[in-house]
Structures are given as C-alpha cells and as structure tokens.
Antibody, heavy 117, light 105 residues
C-alpha cells in the first residue's frame, strides 16, 4: 500500500528555517517524480517544488533561492529545506507522488508550518 | 505562464443535482488535465486524470471532458459525500492548479 507521511512542521519565527520530511512506503521515491504542494489557511493549492527521478529539481518563483528539495534514497524519504521563512509561507505542506501526464496520485496528510513572531 | 481559471468559485446544490465545474486555461494545453476533490482538513484526492480518465475507486457519477482551453468536471447526481472543494491541475513547464470550486449544500 502506498503511503506518504509528512513531518517536521511547526512554529518558526520569520527569517528562520525548518526541514520537512516525507517518508514513503509502498513504492520507491527515487523512481518517481515527487512534489511539495502547500495550502495557506483558507486558500487554494500552490505547487512549491519537485524532484525528478534523475535528480533534477524545479521550484515555484515564490520559494526559489529559499527552499531546497532533496531525497534520501536509503531512507525512501523526501525533504524540503526551508530557509528565510516569511509569514506568507504559513501553510499546510503536502508531499505528493507525480505520475505520467502530470497528475498527483498519492498525497500525504500534510504538515502545518506557521511563520510568526 | 499558463493560468487555470475555475468557474464558478462556489456553488450551492442539492443531493441528486447534476453539477458542472469548468476549468479554463489561458492558452491551449494538452489533455493531461487532472481534477481533485478536497474535504476540509484532508489532503486532495485525485478524481480524474488525462481530462476524462476516472481514477481507480472513484464513483462513475464523476466524469471529465474537454480539450484545448476548456475542460469540465461533471457530477451526474450529487451525493452527500460530494460536498467538497474541487481543483483542476495541469503540468506544463511546472504544475499549476486552478483556484478551486467549493460545492456547498
């Protein structure tokens, strides 16, 4: 059974850092492209970042230069390192598996990141 | 950059109603459009992919259609568990989501 479990969210001050994790089971993270998607309170879905099976990465303009996506193949885990956090980064962050055609077929339960002083 | 505009942003409907949600792209896109259902406090759930393919386990009352710039999600007979927010999504240079349509009682 495919499962994605995020962790690492919490309260952080503006300018601070946080690392999110997404532990996968039932499939191999490195064989798929993996995504981070966020949702600010009461708002819609916003794609944040992805990492392809070959290791190439892509970022939304809103996080470019501040966030870094990576994975640990030995742990079958996806990460999102978030630096220079801003109040507008406050959101629930989801990891999602990407499939052919661009659809996201499995999502984690989400982890809440709150940026506030 | 391509934008996806959903309409309406919200709608009120009753159990048994036929509901149609539209997703319009700012330029012609491939038919690799997906639709997701999201309930409060839950992660999105893939319903339709490639514009008209039903994801495994999704009830047949859901259907998708469209091509070019105009796509629709139709619920043929709304059920109580269908009250949720629906998002369209496409992957061009990067993934993009529509703004969402909230289906309310």
């Amino acid at each position: 059974e495919v499962q994605l479990v995020e962790s690492g969210g919490g309260l952080v001050q503006p300018g601070g850092s946080l690392r999110l994790s997404c532990a996968a089971s039932g499939f191999t993270v490195s064989s798929n492209y993996m995504n981070w998607v966020r949702q600010a309170p009461g708002k819609g879905l916003e794609w944040v970042s992805l990492i392809y099976s070959g290791g190439n990465t892509s970022y939304a303009d809103s996080v470019k230069g501040r966030f870094t996506i990576s994975r640990d193949n030995s742990k079958n885990t996806l990460y999102l390192q978030m630096n220079s956090l801003r109040a507008e980064d406050t959101a629930v962050f989801y990891c999602a598996r990407g499939r052919a055609g661009g659809r996201f077929d499995y999502w984690g339960q989400g982890t809440l990141v709150t940026v506030s002083s | 950059a391509i934008q996806l505009t959903q309409s309406p942003s919200s709608l009120s409907a009753s159990v048994g109603d036929r509901v149609t949600i539209t997703c319009r792209a700012s330029q012609a896109i491939s038919s690799t459009l997906a639709w997701y259902q999201q309930k409060p406090g839950k992660a999105p759930n893939l319903m339709i992919y490639d514009a008209s393919s039903l994801e495994s386990g999704v009830p047949s009352r859901f259907s998708g259609s469209g091509s070019g710039t105009d796509f629709t999600l139709t619920i043929s007979s709304l059920q109580p568990e269908d009250f949720a927010t629906y998002y369209c999504q496409q992957f061009n240079s990067y993934p993009i989501f529509g703004g969402g349509t909230k289906v309310e009682i």
